[in-house]
């Protein structure tokens, strides 16, 4: 924490300059640096921590004043922010760009562990009481939310022992998400005013995520359900409102009773995979295009209706998919392809179904952060927009990439890993 990191800087300078004129002997090996430049960078240091200090002070007084002005009672804002610290891992994660991105199929690899598939298979029976009441009230099946418990804390394990309110504090102080910091920020003095929770129970996630199932604040104020009327909404250590939460949260945004979430399929010889990501179809469309589930089963009548968007996320080499509205739902919680596949893998494991059948192209190299922006520079050079670099494969770029495969013949599946990026780099 950034007053611990204080007084250790003022002991090392003290302790430096009073041996500033006793050379050690680790001083004098070759390389070292002189003593002088130790002084100065720990001076320079203690000065950068001092006036980050003083700025972060001088936020909680304008936040305070700010929230008061809204409405807010003061001394309820004032007790809730002004004992709050930087927290340095969320400075230091906010301000990060990540070197590379894991491929999909080892987000996957790593939501189906035997160790989380294993653990998941006694909470589904150790909870039966828990889950039968929640379907009663949701339709939200039990193995999804097992599912969403197991990916975000590993059931209640890894929840997080950081102070929620210092680290959303860090948010809004500084940094690329003062926005959101200070919305979520609001939501917890909604939630303490309206006696949803407790100050002691704010703790998270160095991102200021809580409880079992990880709800951020605005989350947690706009749908935690106190599930067994016990006057509390305990996300933290009970299953009942934590499991019963996530259930409120999905069905709010439209989870669809005994529809599937994503299906594998084939797709014929020379098939236009510029319709991933770009077209929603009814089944029924899909299936007069030759697209057919990968087990060989053929489509049900309940299924002919429903719509369905196709998902590419390895290219053509890996699984084909078809994904429906509950998957668009699981997103909503965690906006990432790979999460949801995650979820959706997972909870099929654990109900004892498999869902992908084809193997994921694994010899592929994924691209870094700086390839995937030297790729948007060269997309947008040769016409196909990418509009902006950012270092993210988001909706834009993946546009960009299949009109590009398109134009020289092949899949476009708006998929890049090294060898076609190699391609594209010389072209």
Request: charged share 25%; glycine share 8%; hydrophobic share 40%.
């Amino acid at each position: 924490m950034t007053h611990h990191r204080f007084t250790l800087l003022v002991l090392a300078l003290t302790a430096l300059q009073g041996c500033a004129n006793t050379p050690s002997a680790e001083a004098q090996l070759r390389g070292a640096q002189p003593i002088e430049a130790q002084i100065s960078s720990a001076k320079s240091a203690l000065t950068e921590e001092e006036t980050q200090q003083k700025r972060f002070e001088a936020w909680k007084t304008d936040f305070i004043n700010r929230a008061t002005s809204k409405g807010y009672d003061r001394a309820l804002v004032t007790s809730v922010i002004q004992p709050a610290i930087i927290n340095e891992l969320a400075l230091e994660r906010d301000s990060d760009q990540p070197e590379f991105t894991k491929p999909v199929w080892s987000y996957v690899d790593n939501a189906v562990s035997p160790d989380r598939l294993n653990t998941g298979t006694s909470k589904l029976i150790e909870n039966e009481e828990v889950f039968n009441a929640i379907e009663a009230r949701y339709p939200v099946p039990r193995h999804i939310l097992t599912a969403i418990w197991g990916l975000e804390t590993a059931y209640g394990r890894i929840m997080g022992s950081h102070d929620v309110v210092s680290a959303l504090s860090t948010f809004a102080f500084e940094g690329r998400r003062t926005a959101f910091g200070e919305e979520q920020l609001f939501a917890i003095l909604d939630m303490l005013a309206a006696d949803q929770v407790r100050t002691e129970q704010l703790t998270g996630s160095w991102a200021g995520a809580m409880g079992m199932t990880q709800f951020i604040p605005t989350t947690f104020r706009d749908y935690a359900v106190d599930f067994n009327s016990d006057g509390n909404k305990d996300l933290w250590g009970n299953p009942y409102d934590a499991l019963g939460s996530a259930a409120h949260y999905l069905s709010r945004h439209g989870w669809r009773k005994n529809e599937p979430v994503m299906i594998e399929v084939a797709v014929p010889s020379g098939f236009d995979y510029s319709l991933s990501e770009t077209a929603t179809k009814t089944v029924d469309e899909w299936k007069a295009l030759g697209v057919r589930p990968m087990t060989g089963e053929r489509w049900t009548e309940n299924q002919s209706p429903l719509s369905a968007e196709m998902i590419a996320p390895a290219g053509h080499k890996g699984p084909i998919l078809l994904t429906f509205k509950n998957f668009y739902v699981i997103k909503k919680y965690n906006n990432s392809t790979s999460y949801a596949m995650g979820i959706t893998v997972l909870g099929d494991a654990l109900r004892g179904v498999q869902t992908l059948h084809t193997d994921w192209p694994r010899e592929d190299q994924a691209l870094s952060f700086e390839d995937k922006q030297k790729m948007q520079v060269k997309l947008t050079e040769l016409g196909f927009d990418t509009k902006g670099v950012d270092g993210q494969i988001g909706p834009n770029t993946r546009r960009a990439i299949r009109a590009w495969q398109k134009s020289n013949g092949l899949p476009a599946e708006g998929y890049m890993e090294q060898k076609l990026f190699k391609r594209l780099m010389t072209s």
